[in-house]
């Protein structure tokens, strides 16, 4: 980027989904089991394999649903059971991840942009009242990314008061294995990525595990593993989006005598931060390599 500028001001946003600080900061990767819609076999046999292992995951939930003697229906059965608000109260007491699911789990897709946000809004007042969590984690129902007039779903969370949104994701159950999972984590750690899993059903519904000790034998595996982290999608998000860290930068630029490389470090407030050269002659800037943490955008 070349500019001839009174004030230059470079945005560098430390990316939630690139985990490229942490894995470059302490060598390590991070790996989050997230779990989605609230199903009632979730508690019952996958947060007890997480207590034991003494590892935190993140549970998705629908507000509109919990407790519904209905459960939910999808392409696997009319009325897979969901939890209760005792069983999610006591998950959150227990140090797991709370979130958001969306309170309907609407089609995105086919809603525009106030009641994609009324949506969103709605789930977290149900969680606050009825859970005391204050949530800050999303993962859009379907995936979505967008709504029918074009809106951002990923901007309306943000309004929304939420921090960090599910945006890529590996789906694990059905017949997936223990070693096929520690192979997942493996090609993590070469690749000093974030991986997060995402779950359905345990024993019944979506995606539903054939053998649902393949995921304990897995976490077994992977509490053994010195170079990984496993964080809720939270605490993950946070390591990118602190709200304060620091940002080093090398910069070339030319304040009139001819190209200079320097380096600057910033400190970064929510993950954003600005370089700003404010000078009585003209200045330009070109080839702002990030040294440590984060993304140039």
Not at 18 to 42: I, M, N, P
Not at 50 to 70: C, E, M, W
């Amino acid at each position: 980027m070349k500019n001839s500028c009174m004030k230059l001001g470079v945005v560098i946003f430390a990316a939630m989904i690139s985990l490229a600080g942490v894995s470059a900061e302490t060598g390590k990767c991070v790996v989050t089991y997230t779990f989605d819609d609230g199903l009632a076999d979730q508690y019952t046999i996958a947060y007890p394999m997480f207590r034991k292992a003494g590892l935190p995951a993140t549970f998705f939930i629908i507000g509109s649903k919990v407790g519904d003697a209905n459960g939910i229906r999808n392409k696997v059965e009319r009325n897979t059971p969901v939890m209760t608000w005792d069983q999610i109260r006591d998950m959150s007491t227990n140090g797991m991840e709370i979130a958001s699911h969306g309170w309907a789990h609407a089609k995105y897709a086919k809603m525009n942009r106030d009641g994609i946000i009324d949506d969103i809004r709605r789930n977290q007042v149900a969680l606050k009242e009825n859970a005391g969590v204050d949530c800050v984690s999303f993962a859009s129902p379907f995936n979505t990314k967008k709504g029918a007039d074009g809106s951002d779903v990923e901007a309306l969370a943000k309004e929304a008061g939420l921090r960090a949104m599910r945006m890529r994701q590996k789906g694990a159950g059905g017949k997936m294995t223990a070693d096929q999972m520690n192979a997942l984590v493996e090609s993590a750690k070469k690749k000093g990525e974030w991986l997060v899993f995402m779950i359905h059903g345990m024993a019944r519904g979506y995606d539903a595990w054939e053998n649902p000790q393949e995921l304990e034998k897995h976490l077994a595996w992977v509490k053994e593993q010195k170079d990984v982290r496993v964080l809720s999608f939270a605490d993950a998000a946070g390591v990118c989006v602190d709200d304060t860290r620091d940002i080093e930068c090398s910069i070339m630029i030319d304040e009139g005598s001819g190209w200079q490389r320097r380096t600057e470090t910033l400190s970064a407030t929510n993950g954003e931060c600005e370089i700003v050269f404010d000078r009585t002659t003209t200045c330009r800037i070109d080839d702002v390599t990030l040294t440590k943490k984060g993304r140039v955008q």
